[in-house]
């Protein structure tokens, strides 16, 4: 079985159903079907090599779904761009991967100005003498599925290959195989339940984390909700108007739709389940959201390396506070442990690094052997991220282990110092970090953004966190920032941050 076959067994058992609701009109499971298969066709015409490369260079639309759908259905391999991008990185990856295709929005034409790899346009109109989406439908409209067995392709071949968004580091292409993609969609249906009445706001990137609710919302029959335009307000009309019930975000999309002006819980009628990633969500922060909308908070904890899901935590976990810090328990076919620097398993309660095996696991980093040995070690995928677990199966992240501040020979994990700063009523977020020091080896210091109108001083946020965690993870410095950089997925660029002060303090490193 192929992570396709999901849909092609819903668009049978649904046919008349709506699976995409769009701007410009609904669509229905049996007609996404037929423009799936005919696309897939047009794709195979002009690249018949099993397995090759399509890019798919857009933001979220109906075309992007159907183009997404029909590279899978090729048999071939997807490789989402980020449109908010640069030109040159956009050019990187096109020239490690060669993709024989590259789905293209019009308005991001520009970012591979330079490149020489066929195109196939969204939208009405061709810039050039390349085939459009709709017209390779319709040239090809009526086409047979194809056997992916019968060419034969096999679970441990890849069925993507994304490149990393972290915060630090040269991007590297994680190769996802069918293996992991079939391990992501049922983790996805049994962990949050997802069934025919289900529909997904497609409110962040396909192309990043919301990838990964595509193929779970319609194997069960659900529909994927469109937006117009970006934004939190368009946010907020697709669940109050259009009785959105799901959703995944980064956390500063969910705090800007609770500080849209008159919002309030009746604009979501019908929802179920916001599910947030890409971010950790501090305590008080999570009081307030689920003081807003209610019990439906939800989060997941993976990699690109691991998509979405080794551990999730429901909406009813989020019921004990305890549970507040923790990123949840296991999901299918995960399975995680605590790692000692000598590659002992540690017990329930001791911090180490997470590390996790199972199906969901990506095959390595596209022709980086020496990489892949790094991180890939004896079947376990060392996640870089350093935790514990509690003796109720309960994962909780203290930071990435190059993160670890050790300062007077304490280790300082910067997400409690982050947890603490977070409950001032005027903190909007911050990024704790450690700086060269002389005396300590390194220092605790923290960026922060202010809430908007709100006041404190340095001296105010330094008795704060004292109080609450004591001197040794206290920060010895307070930045008061405007805003806090970002990626396009919404994570605080902490090591920019990092970057940026120990520049204004003379230090280039």
Same mark, same amino acid.
């Given at each position: 079985?192929?992570?396709?076959?999901?849909?092609?067994? +819903?668009?049978?058992?649904? =046919? $008349?159903?709506?699976?995409?609701? +769009?701007? &410009?009109?609904? *669509? *229905?499971?049996?007609?996404?079907?037929? &423009?799936v298969a005919a696309l897939a066709a047009g794709l195979c015409a002009l690249d018949p090599q099993p397995g090759s490369r399509v890019g798919i260079l857009a933001s979220n639309s109906r075309e992007h779904l159907v183009a997404l759908l029909a590279t899978l259905a090729a048999g071939k391999v997807w490789l989402p761009l980020n449109v908010k991008s640069t030109a040159s990185e956009i050019q990187r990856i096109l020239g490690v991967t060669e993709p024989g295709i590259v789905v293209v929005d019009p308005g991001s034409a520009a970012l591979m100005a330079?490149?020489?790899? =066929?195109?196939?346009? *969204?939208?009405?109109?061709?810039?050039?003498? /390349?085939?459009?989406?709709?017209?390779?439908?319709?040239?090809?409209?009526?086409?047979?599925? !194809?056997?992916?067995?019968?060419?034969?392709l096999k679970d441990s071949d890849t069925q993507a290959i994304k490149f990393t968004g972290g915060t630090t580091g040269a991007p590297k292409g994680v190769m996802?195989?069918?293996? +992991?993609? !079939?391990?992501?969609?049922?983790? /996805?249906?049994?962990?949050?339940?997802?069934?025919?009445? $289900?529909?997904?706001? !497609?409110?962040?990137?396909?192309?990043?984390?919301?990838? *990964?609710?595509?193929?779970?919302?319609?194997?069960?029959?659900? #529909?994927?909700?469109?937006?117009?335009?970006?934004?939190?307000?368009?946010?907020?009309?697709?669940?109050?108007?259009?009785?959105?019930?799901? #959703?995944?975000?980064?956390?500063?999309?969910?705090?800007?739709?609770?500080?849209?002006?008159?919002? @309030?819980?009746?604009?979501?009628?019908?929802?179920?389940?916001?599910?947030?990633?890409?971010?950790?969500? =501090?305590?008080?922060?999570?009081?307030?959201?689920?003081?807003?909308?209610?019990?439906?908070?939800?989060?997941t904890y993976g990699q690109t390396e691991a998509p979405q899901i080794l551990t999730l935590?429901?909406? &009813?976990?989020?019921?004990?506070?305890?549970?507040?810090? @923790?990123?949840?328990?296991?999901?299918w076919f995960s399975d995680v442990e605590i790692m000692a620097p000598d590659g002992t398993l540690l017990p329930n309660g001791e911090v180490g690094e997470v590390v996790a095996r199972g199906d969901l696991l990506m095959s390595g980093y596209?022709? !980086?052997? $020496?990489?892949?040995?790094?991180?890939?070690?004896?079947?376990?995928?060392?996640?870089?991220?350093?935790?514990?677990?509690? &003796?109720?199966?309960?994962l909780y992240l203290k930071d990435r282990l190059k993160e670890l501040v050790i300062t007077g020979g304490f280790n300082v994990y910067p997400i409690d110092v982050e947890n603490a700063l977070g409950q001032h009523p005027a903190v909007h977020e911050c990024a704790v970090f450690g700086i060269p020091d002389d005396k300590w080896g390194e220092a605790v210091q923290a960026a922060v953004q202010l809430r908007a109108g709100q006041q404190a001083s340095e001296a105010e946020l330094i008795a704060w966190v004292r109080a609450r965690l004591g001197p040794v993870q206290t920060p010895k410095r307070i930045h008061f920032r405007a805003s806090l950089p970002?990626?396009?997925?919404?994570k605080v660029l902490k090591n920019e941050v990092r970057q940026a002060v120990l520049a204004s303090q003379g230090d280039p490193s």
């Amino acid at each position: 079985m192929f992570p396709i076959d999901f849909f092609w067994r +819903a668009a049978a058992r649904w =046919p $008349e159903r709506t699976a995409i609701d +769009a701007p &410009e009109g609904f *669509t *229905t499971y049996a007609t996404l079907a037929g &423009e799936v298969a005919a696309l897939a066709a047009g794709l195979c015409a002009l690249d018949p090599q099993p397995g090759s490369r399509v890019g798919i260079l857009a933001s979220n639309s109906r075309e992007h779904l159907v183009a997404l759908l029909a590279t899978l259905a090729a048999g071939k391999v997807w490789l989402p761009l980020n449109v908010k991008s640069t030109a040159s990185e956009i050019q990187r990856i096109l020239g490690v991967t060669e993709p024989g295709i590259v789905v293209v929005d019009p308005g991001s034409a520009a970012l591979m100005a330079t490149a020489s790899t =066929p195109r196939v346009w *969204t939208g009405a109109h061709s810039p050039d003498a /390349q085939p459009t989406v709709s017209a390779l439908i319709a040239q090809h409209a009526g086409a047979a599925r !194809l056997d992916l067995a019968a060419l034969g392709l096999k679970d441990s071949d890849t069925q993507a290959i994304k490149f990393t968004g972290g915060t630090t580091g040269a991007p590297k292409g994680v190769m996802q195989p069918y293996r +992991a993609w !079939l391990a992501n969609i049922s983790n /996805q249906i049994h962990g949050w339940g997802f069934d025919e009445h $289900e529909r997904y706001v !497609l409110a962040a990137p396909i192309t990043h984390g919301t990838g *990964t609710y595509v193929l779970p919302i319609l194997a069960q029959g659900g #529909c994927h909700v469109g937006l117009a335009e970006a934004g939190a307000e368009a946010v907020r009309a697709a669940f109050r108007d259009r009785d959105g019930t799901c #959703c995944f975000m980064p956390p500063t999309l969910v705090y800007m739709l609770m500080a849209l002006p008159g919002s @309030s819980r009746d604009d979501y009628p019908r929802l179920r389940r916001l599910i947030y990633g890409g971010a950790p969500m =501090p305590p008080e922060k999570i009081r307030q959201v689920r003081g807003f909308f209610g019990p439906v908070l939800g989060t997941t904890y993976g990699q690109t390396e691991a998509p979405q899901i080794l551990t999730l935590m429901r909406p &009813e976990d989020f019921e004990d506070e305890r549970n507040w810090a @923790s990123v949840g328990r296991r999901s299918w076919f995960s399975d995680v442990e605590i790692m000692a620097p000598d590659g002992t398993l540690l017990p329930n309660g001791e911090v180490g690094e997470v590390v996790a095996r199972g199906d969901l696991l990506m095959s390595g980093y596209w022709r !980086l052997p $020496e990489k892949t040995a790094e991180t890939l070690v004896d079947g376990w995928l060392h996640t870089g991220d350093r935790g514990l677990i509690d &003796e109720r199966g309960y994962l909780y992240l203290k930071d990435r282990l190059k993160e670890l501040v050790i300062t007077g020979g304490f280790n300082v994990y910067p997400i409690d110092v982050e947890n603490a700063l977070g409950q001032h009523p005027a903190v909007h977020e911050c990024a704790v970090f450690g700086i060269p020091d002389d005396k300590w080896g390194e220092a605790v210091q923290a960026a922060v953004q202010l809430r908007a109108g709100q006041q404190a001083s340095e001296a105010e946020l330094i008795a704060w966190v004292r109080a609450r965690l004591g001197p040794v993870q206290t920060p010895k410095r307070i930045h008061f920032r405007a805003s806090l950089p970002r990626s396009p997925v919404g994570k605080v660029l902490k090591n920019e941050v990092r970057q940026a002060v120990l520049a204004s303090q003379g230090d280039p490193s």
